[in-house]
């Protein structure tokens, strides 16, 4: 198997990691311009770009690109620093250019009802691979998905039985009843997703959170729940929901930074409970509700 196999392979099994490639090379170096070498998550390797102690700092760099997602230029002057010197190299200068490698953003959706619609077609248009799920067969159709990857028309404890969702993908719950979103919500925050959220308004949050909580789900599992969903543009038609979601899946897909207009009130119990937007909202997931 090639590197680029072993780099399919890697996103196949939702893993991460990093390739490292040489870039640039003057002089003489005990190896060759476009040599690669794959990085796993575990710390294994694939290929060589010659070994040694400039292998050994891009292997620590590749760890790094893959928790940053972020790529970076390295420069080695085999003929000044002496701590190359180790009857491995024949001096000259290298650059060496390590990337990411990521699996697929997989998005979780529970739910198949507006907002499902117009979230899937729009994340799936950001680069999202969208699995579907809901227990209506009438609603979890390819034809009303056909941006999805999967559609499961499936009873929702038979699906969360069947997904397993890893570190880079998630979770938007916005099926048609607060007991569901709660009965998933309780197994989203037990997963390794790395985004969980649920649509609602403060006042229904407020009473899923409570109940979860006082069944004795420690706190910390809620601290990457983003509910009410989405970034705060105002947001009130379900295809205007479905681009604070995805603007808000987008934020936390590339590690954003700077602070954002974020939904999520909860952990401020002196936040007003009480607006129009929010009374608006309600009218919305009422309406959302077939």
């Known amino acids: 198997m090639d590197i680029y196999e072993q780099i ?8 991460r990691g990093a390739v490292a490639t040489i870039v640039n090379v003057r002089g003489s170096i005990p190896s060759f311009k476009t040599a690669k070498m794959l990085v796993r998550d575990d710390g294994s390797i694939a290929g060589t770009i010659g070994g040694g102690c400039v292998e050994a700092e891009v292997w620590q760099a590749a760890r790094e690109v893959m928790e940053s997602e972020k790529p970076r230029t390295l420069t080695f002057d085999l003929n000044q620093d002496p701590k190359y010197d180790t009857g491995l190299v024949c001096g000259g200068t290298l650059e060496v250019f390590v990337e990411p490698v990521l699996p697929p953003a997989l998005l979780y959706i529970f739910g198949a009802g507006h907002v499902a619609a117009s979230l899937c077609q729009i994340a ?58 709660m009965h998933i919500l309780r197994w989203a925050v037990q997963t390794r997703a790395r985004y969980v959220g649920m649509i609602g308004s403060k006042r229904k949050v407020i009473k899923i959170f409570e109940t979860l909580r006082q069944e004795g789900l420690p706190a910390h599992l809620f601290d990457r729940v983003h509910a009410p969903i989405g970034l705060d543009i105002g947001a009130i038609t379900p295809e205007e929901i479905a681009v604070a979601i995805t603007a808000e899946l987008i934020a936390v897909r590339r590690n954003a930074g700077a602070a954002l207009p974020h939904m999520s009130w909860f952990k401020s119990a002196d936040q007003p409970r009480t607006s129009e937007q929010e009374q608006a909202l309600d009218q919305a997931l009422d309406e959302e509700q077939p």
């Not at 009303?144 to 039985?161: Q, Y």
Request: aromatic share 6%; proline share 3%.
């Open 8 to 15: 399919v392979e890697l996103r196949r099994q939702g893993r």
């Open 124 to 181: 799936a248009a950001a680069g999202f691979e969208v699995i579907v799920s809901d227990d209506r067969s009438s609603y979890a159709t390819q034809e009303r998905f056909p941006a999805a990857r999967e559609v499961h028309a499936l009873d929702f404890d038979e699906a969360m039985r069947r997904l397993d969702p890893n570190e880079s993908s998630s979770i938007v719950i916005v099926t048609r009843g607060h007991r569901d979103d």
